[in-house]
């Protein structure tokens, strides 16, 4: 960062959320990182904010960017600012929803939905613990105007944040939006990622350029270009509130051994939309955990699961009947197909050892508890040889039985049009300077 700054760097952004680690961070208002780490990097930041007296800009606050995420930032914040002798005007961008003004743009045809979703109804609006709408650069533009040292937003798309102080000051709108795609998620767009710095962005009239803030890391062309492939189902359109990016024909050059020039992106205005994200809480879960390295089991792995399956599911139908209600049993064999639940392909080796992983979903933890006691001899002793004797593979715990909770899941997918950029946002402000002048 002190490389940028001394470079006289404009503005510091920050995307500070995802939905990468599942839908939990959205149902339950929390962060997925400590509070004290929370507040170690975001003590950098206001501090160099402070000391450049330049604007901050942190989009997605507290992983989900949910009305109790933001809060919890804007907590952080104001005790960082009492303990550093900071003074900042805070702007705050809640893009929590409210499900009756979702309900009637749904009944007005202004909600659609994106893969591989269907149509919208009110009963999966229902469902939903939090709703939060994917904002775009124009309400941190708009803060940045009204005077706002730091905008802390809610749920925002990455590149927005990144964009929003350029596109303020009237730099080329697709250099902008390019150059903001690139730089997401920092040294990602650099050769040696590891180095674990941010980068520095500078738009130009016609194009932008890309320096990684570590002096022994650099950037190519390459490691430039490659980050339109990141998070992206079109490694040449990106779409965003308001339009589509398109670098079809955009240039990647080497300015020098660290810098990489780009020239040559295309913005393509469209209606204005913003993505919906819904998650609500589902069944309950309870799951088991087994090592097995049994020679004869992982010579035949694909038949043992099929067969262990089903006699699993045969165990709780006999043992619980109807009373199990609509339940699930799956087996995730770590080692061999957990991630893809393909089998792999012919003449693939068997692995030395697997971790298999029972997990039994049901309507509620008694239940989904119940399922994995009556099938852990089964699971415990399962044979692929019937006419030897039995195996006991190795539980990883104690009582081998772990209560998983609830199952949280995203339930909306999907885009709204909106009459203008500010319509599903409102905007709070916490000013310390008055309050330290009062």
Known sequence: MKLGLSLGANAIASDAGSTDSGAAYLVLGKAKYPREAIKRDLKILMKAQADANIPLLVGTCGQSGSDAALNLVRDIAIEIAGEEGLSPRIALLYSEQDKAVLKAKNAAGKIKPLPPLGDLAD??????????????????????????DIVLGGRTTDTAVLSAYALMKG??????????????????????????????????????????????????????????????????QLTEPGGVLDVTNAHYAQLDDRVVKVTGSVWIDKPYTMKLEGAGTG???????????????????????????????????????????????????????????????????????????FVATAHSQEMATQIAKACNPYFFHFPINFSGELPSYGFAFSPSEIERGPVYEFKLNHVVETDDAFELVRTEWVDLASREAA
């Not at 009963?123 to 533009?141: F, K, M, R, S």
């Not at 006999?318 to 392909?345: C, Q, V």
């Open 123 to 148: 009963e999966t609006i229902d469902a939903c613990e939090h709703i939060v709408a994917a904002l775009g650069p124009e309400p941190y533009i708009a803060a940045l105007r009204a005077g706002a």
């Open 171 to 236: 730099a080329p709108v697709a250099p902008s939006w390019h150059a903001a795609k690139v730089a997401e998620c920092g040294v990602q767009c650099t050769v040696n990622p590891s180095t674990g710095s941010g980068v520095m962005i500078t738009i130009v009239p016609d194009g932008f350029e890309v320096e990684p803030l570590q002096a022994n890391n650099r950037c190519d062309p390459h490691s430039v270009s490659a980050h339109m492939l990141y998070e992206n189902a079109n490694p040449f």
């Open 283 to 357: 069944r309950y879960q309870t799951v088991m955990l087994v090592g097995i390295q049994d020679p004869e089991v992982l010579a035949q792995i694909d038949v043992f699961h099929d067969r262990l399956l089903d006699a699993l599911y045969a165990r709780v139908r006999s043992s619980i009947g109807e009373t199990a209600g609509d339940f699930h049993i799956s087996l995730r064999l770590y080692g061999w197909n957990a991630m893809s639940g393909t089998k792999p392909p012919e003449g693939t080796p068997p692995p030395r050892e697997v971790g298999m992983l």
